[in-house]
């Protein structure tokens, strides 16, 4: 009699204890399940927004045919991919998998690309169909290759709890001339890897390597994933067709190695402390005849069976049974439990250094919320012209900051080098396209802006333009520049230096002016943008605005080039006017030198007799009418001791045939003597020599008062007429305020649902906080729940 209720209550027992089991592997998978929610949630967020967090994930990185996309496919029990030779992946696709005992089915959400918020269901074959459109339609464009992730949300009752990104296969060309075609890929191998290498730069997310080698020294995928993860301590190394490998190894020592290789080969410590190994059966699901598989189920099973296969064979090379460590590196349900723990490790270890990344964000968020209202309380005609006004005002004080110097604005950004300068403002070059090497110059190679930039322009044209020598002059032009007098056919050589002197001074000085204007407009245009930087770090930006914005540039740019073309014009009138008339007082300015060549010239030609006496008397009245009078007076009066006895009147037929003989020369003779050919060249390099001082010091001045002084003290006053005068004829069309106030309230919506979803993930994280801290969420309690295939 007691027999029986002591069985019906140990039944009962049993019963309870079950159901208590049960329902504690619910809850354990209810809590779970917020916790991989909440990250896929956070993903999602990140890759919305550009917030600064990241969530842990497994980033799938390998060649082409590494066969990638079919083992994302077995780690998900479900075959939705295009999987085949060639490029099949040209977007990265982000598969956030939930494991749902109550989904008999893949249920599958694609998020939308124009609006992530968004998410649709769609079936497996919607999904393919949708990447193999992507596909196709990135093959047809020049980028070929787009970052912006494909994202699904899926859930399975055979799903682990991961977050896999899929990345496009890596390519490598083959070499060769046969191979010219897969040579022009290069771009688009650079390009892939560029993506890859990028994806890989997240330190929370864990790398699984790829390797469809025999041969653990052939590193084609470690080779790139060590540049970024150099010890491979975030790296899972996957060695994949483990089936196609295993016939390829004779000896059992091979296949020892190959399991278990040596740390040397691997070249780092790398997660799970020895490489794993897969193999994924041929052969798609569906219906058609080509379908090796009739539904998931049956790819599930072929799987498993797959690895048993793979096992079996190893221990039959081996010539043992494998140990139960290597078992756990064998086949794809190995990897996805490793893989799962692993991910999940990671999640329970970021909780905590998520909330506070969270609560940040949420500071930042509503501060730039209180941000937007504020602009938009302020969107009235009074407070936008203050904030015009304003900003005319902080911007003439930049200006004239930078023209005076400052070291606010980094010279690494904004200064340029003397070789950046000539590269996009000009050089200086002359008629010869002799260029001055850029190391001769003063700060060549520091990086200049404003200013100082200014100063280093003005003294490379000194330097350049002073050290420019007179052309050289041919006997062709000197008879040519002869001409016929309109009274005499007589030559008048000071003419026809003349004539040389300011065409060659022209043609050599004019092209400088046109240099000479063009840098500096150049290095006066990037005052502009140095000064916007220079608003935007002190606050006093005008965000927003971009129609006044773009006005204000206007104005500047069309101030600057006026103000440049009519100092040029000054400055080319004074250079006309300087090659159009000679003043013997402004152009012969070294007149000393002038002289001692022409007494050495004369001493060589007339030395001889002891005539040097009365010839210089002829060189003085000849080309020295110039000279002081009252010096020539005191040397007059001096006793000359050296010559008291010579008769003057025996020097006078001397000296008269001596100027016969100098007219004939010169004024009658029309046959060109060395004489003269030799006055003519020294004449012309007088003058040459006294329009370039003339051409420097009043150009440089020119340069000062009208170009650069303008923007100090015209400026200012036109930038208030024009921008005083728009806002009296045209205020809502200089702001915008149309289209400002709709882009106000779009960006405010954004940041208000961005608002709301970081506070649901403070909470929902606060909450897995608490459970783990009050031990309600256990890890080891989370792994024991895990899909089996």
Excluded at 270 to 291: C, I, K, Q, W, Y
């Amino acid at each position: 009699m007691k027999k029986g209720p002591v069985d019906r209550s140990e039944g009962g027992g049993e019963e309870f204890a079950a159901a208590e089991e049960a329902e504690e592997e619910e809850e354990e998978w209810a809590s779970s399940g917020k916790l991989y929610e909440a990250y896929n949630e956070l993903h999602g967020l990140a890759q919305e927004f550009e917030t600064p967090f990241e969530a842990p994930a497994v980033l799938v990185v390998g060649h082409q045919t590494d066969g990638k996309s079919a083992l994302v496919e077995a780690l998900m029990g479900f075959q939705f991919n295009h999987v085949g030779g060639g490029t099949k992946t040209r977007r990265p696709i982000t598969l956030h998998m939930k494991y749902n005992p109550t989904c008999e089915l893949p249920r599958c959400r694609l998020v939308s690309d124009a609006d992530p918020a968004i998410a649709h269901f769609k079936s497996l074959a919607e999904i393919q169909a949708y990447i193999e459109a992507e596909n196709m339609r990135l093959e047809s464009d020049p980028c070929q290759f787009s970052e912006k992730e494909i994202i699904i949300k899926i859930e399975y009752k055979y799903c682990p709890n991961l977050t896999i990104i899929d990345t496009p296969g890596l390519i490598i060309p083959a070499p060769g001339r046969k191979n010219r075609i897969l040579q022009s890929l290069q771009g688009q191998a650079r390009a892939v890897e560029a993506l890859v290498r990028a994806k890989m730069q997240h330190k929370e997310f864990i790398i699984l390597c790829l390797e469809d080698c025999s041969d653990w020294s052939n590193a084609t995928t470690r080779r790139i994933v060590m540049q970024i993860d150099p010890e491979l301590s975030r790296t899972v190394i996957v060695s994949t067709k483990l089936d196609t490998k295993i016939p390829q190894f004779a000896r059992s020592s091979d296949v020892e190695v190959f399991l278990k290789p040596p740390v040397c080969m691997l070249d780092g410590c790398l997660l799970g402390d020895s490489p794993f190994f897969t193999s994924v059966p041929s052969g798609r699901v569906g219906s058609g005849h080509e379908a090796v598989y009739r539904s998931n189920e049956e790819f599930k099973k072929a799987i498993s069976l797959r690895e048993l296969e793979d096992i079996a064979s190893l221990e039959e090379k081996l010539g043992r049974s494998l140990s139960k460590e290597e078992r756990s590196r064998i086949g794809v349900s190995s990897l996805r439990l490793f893989l799962e723990e692993l991910l999940q490790e990671r999640y329970l270890e970021s909780v905590p250094l998520i909330i506070p990344l969270l609560e940040k964000e949420f500071r930042s968020t509503t501060r730039k919320l209180r941000e937007v209202n504020q602009e938009l309380s302020n969107l009235d005609e009074v407070k936008l012209k203050e904030k015009g006004r304003a900003f005319h005002d902080s911007l003439l004080t930049k200006l004239s900051l930078l023209l005076k110097g400052t070291v606010v604005a980094p010279p690494d950004k904004f200064g340029e080098t003397l070789q950046d300068e000539r590269t996009n403002g000009g050089t200086f070059i002359g008629a010869d396209s002799f260029q001055f090497p850029h190391k001769m110059m003063p700060n060549a190679g520091m990086r200049l802006y404003g200013g100082a930039q200014y100063h280093r322009a003005m003294a490379e044209f000194r330097i350049v333009v002073g050290g420019v020598k007179c052309p050289p002059i041919t006997r062709e032009e000197i008879v040519n520049a002869c001409g016929v007098e309109d009274i005499h056919d007589g030559t008048n050589y000071s003419r026809t230096a003349c004539v040389i002197a300011v065409a060659k001074a022209r043609d050599t000085f004019e092209p400088f002016l046109h240099q000479l204007g063009f840098r500096l407009l150049y290095i006066l245009k990037r005052l502009l943008p140095i000064s916007v930087y220079l608003l935007q770090k002190d606050g006093e930006y005008l965000s927003g605005h971009e129609v006044f914005l773009r006005r204000v540039e206007i104005a500047f740019n069309k101030f600057a080039e006026a103000t440049e073309r009519a100092c040029r014009d000054k400055c080319m009138e004074d250079l006309v006017s300087t090659t159009r008339y000679v003043t013997w007082s402004l152009h012969n300015k070294n007149r000393a030198g002038l002289r001692q060549f022409l007494d050495s010239f004369s001493g060589t030609e007339h030395s001889s007799n002891g005539n040097s006496t009365c010839l210089g008397g002829l060189q003085e009245s000849s080309f020295g009418s110039n000279d002081n009078k009252h010096e020539r007076l005191k040397t007059d009066s001096k006793p000359n001791h050296g010559t008291q006895g010579v008769d003057s009147n025996s020097c006078s037929p001397l000296v008269e045939t001596r100027l016969v003989d100098l007219l004939d020369s010169t004024l009658w003779n029309r046959r060109l003597a060395p004489s003269s050919e030799r006055i003519v060249y020294a004449l012309v390099h007088q003058i040459f020599h006294g329009i370039k001082e003339h051409f420097l010091v009043s150009t440089e001045l020119k340069f000062n008062c009208f170009l650069l002084m303008p923007v100090v003290d015209k400026f200012p006053a036109l930038l208030r007429e024009d921008l005083e005068s728009a806002f009296e004829d045209d205020l809502d069309n200089i702001f915008d305020i149309t289209q400002l106030r709709h882009s106000l309230g779009q960006h405010k919506r954004d940041l208000e649902i961005e608002l709301k979803r970081i506070q649901r993930l403070k909470e929902k994280f606060k909450e897995i906080n608490h459970q783990l801290n009050s031990h309600q969420m256990q890890p080891k309690r989370i792994s024991t729940v895990k899909p089996r295939c």
